[in-house]
C-alpha cells in the first residue's frame, strides 16, 4: 500500500511538472501574463516609432521599462517567446486576444461599422488575423469569391493593421491585391509596410466580367532562429459602389435581375456568392 501511495505521488509530480512548459532551464511566462506583456511591448515600440527621432533608442527604453513593469528579465522574455514561437496553436491563443486589444488601441471601437449588403459593405470572410513569420509561414495567399454586383467604376478597398514583433534587422513586408477578369486580364495594386498601424490598398473595377480577386502578403527576411513575427489583424474588404451615372443605372437592372431569379429559384436575397476562402500557406526562398 506505502509503495502504490509513493507511486502515485511521483506520477503526479512529474504530471505537474509536465504541464509546465520548460525552454533551456526557464520557466516559460504562461498564456495570459505573455499576453499583457506582449500588449504593452507592441505598444511601446509603437510610441518609439512614432517619436520621430532618436528611434533606436526609445524603442530600447520603451521596451526595458515594459520588462521592469512585470519584473522579467529580457533573456525570460526571449525564451518564452521563443517557446510559443515553436508552438504554433499556443501562440495563436496569445495572439487572438491581443489582436483584439490592439485593434480597439488604434480606434477600431470608432471606426465605420460595415454590414455585408449595400452600396458600402464590407465583404471580408475570412480570418481576424493571421500571424506571419520568418522561420515558418513568410506569407499568405488567400483567393476570395467574386461579388456579382459589381460594376465598372466601383472601388474595393482592403484594409488592415499591422504590428511587428522583431529585435534584429529590417521589417519589411509586401501586400499586393489583385482582380482577375475575362480574357487574362489583371488589374493589381502593391504596397511596402515596414510600420506598424493601418494599411489600405485599393483597385477600381473596369468595365470586364469578374473572375476572382486575390490577396497576398509576404515578410521578406532570410530564415534566422531570432524571433520575426508580423500581425495581419482588423481585416476588412469594403466595396463603395459606384452610385452616379450610368454605371449606377446598369447595377440597378442587374440587381433589380438578380432579385427576380433569385425569387424564382426560392433562393435566399444574398447577393454575394457565399463560397469560401481558398488559403495557401508557407515558406519561400528569398
Given at each position: ?25 526557464t ?26 527621432d532618436?528611434v533606436d533608442f526609445?524603442i530600447?527604453?520603451?521596451t526595458?521599462?515594459v ?17 510559443y514561437h ?5 501562440l ?7 489582436a ?23 465583404i471580408?470572410s ?9 522561420t515558418?509561414?513568410k ?8 461579388d456579382?454586383l ?11 493593421n ?9 521589417r ?14 489583371v ?28 490577396v497576398?502578403i ?5 530564415w534566422?532562429t531570432t ?53 495557401h ?6
Open positions: 500500500m506505502r509503495y502504490l501511495f509513493y507511486t502515485i505521488a511521483a506520477c503526479c509530480i512529474i504530471g505537474m511538472l509536465a504541464c509546465t512548459p520548460k525552454h533551456e532551464g520557466q516559460v511566462i504562461g498564456k495570459k501574463m505573455m499576453t499583457n506583456i506582449l500588449y504593452d511591448y507592441h505598444v511601446a515600440q509603437t510610441l518609439a516609432t512614432q517619436s520621430g532618436s526609445k530600447r527604453l520603451y526595458q521599462a520588462f521592469k513593469k512585470y519584473n522579467i528579465t529580457e533573456e525570460e522574455f526571449d525564451n518564452s517567446l521563443r517557446y515553436r508552438n504554433v496553436h499556443l495563436n491563443d496569445i495572439y487572438q486576444p491581443l483584439n486589444r490592439l485593434n480597439e488601441t488604434v480606434g477600431k471601437s470608432k471606426e465605420t461599422q460595415y454590414t455585408t449588403e449595400g452600396d458600402t459593405a464590407n471580408w475570412g480570418k481576424d488575423f493571421y500571424i506571419i513569420n520568418a515558418g509561414q506569407y499568405i495567399t488567400l483567393e476570395l469569391p467574386e456579382t459589381l460594376q465598372e467604376g466601383d472601388k474595393m478597398e482592403w484594409s488592415f499591422t504590428n511587428w514583433l522583431s529585435k534584429d534587422g529590417p519589411l513586408a509586401t501586400a499586393i491585391f489583385s482582380i482577375a477578369y475575362d480574357g487574362d486580364t488589374t493589381t495594386t502593391h504596397k511596402n509596410v515596414s510600420a506598424t498601424g493601418p494599411q489600405q490598398l485599393t483597385l477600381r473595377i473596369i468595365d470586364q466580367k469578374m473572375k476572382s480577386m486575390h497576398q509576404m515578410q521578406h527576411a532570410d534566422t524571433t520575426k513575427l508580423l500581425l495581419i489583424s482588423n481585416i476588412k474588404l469594403v466595396r463603395y459602389h459606384n452610385t452616379t451615372g450610368e454605371a449606377n443605372t446598369k447595377r440597378r437592372n442587374k440587381e433589380r435581375k438578380a432579385t427576380e431569379s433569385t425569387a424564382q429559384n426560392d433562393n435566399n436575397n444574398d447577393t454575394i456568392k457565399k463560397e469560401p476562402l481558398k488559403f500557406f508557407g515558406n519561400t526562398k528569398q
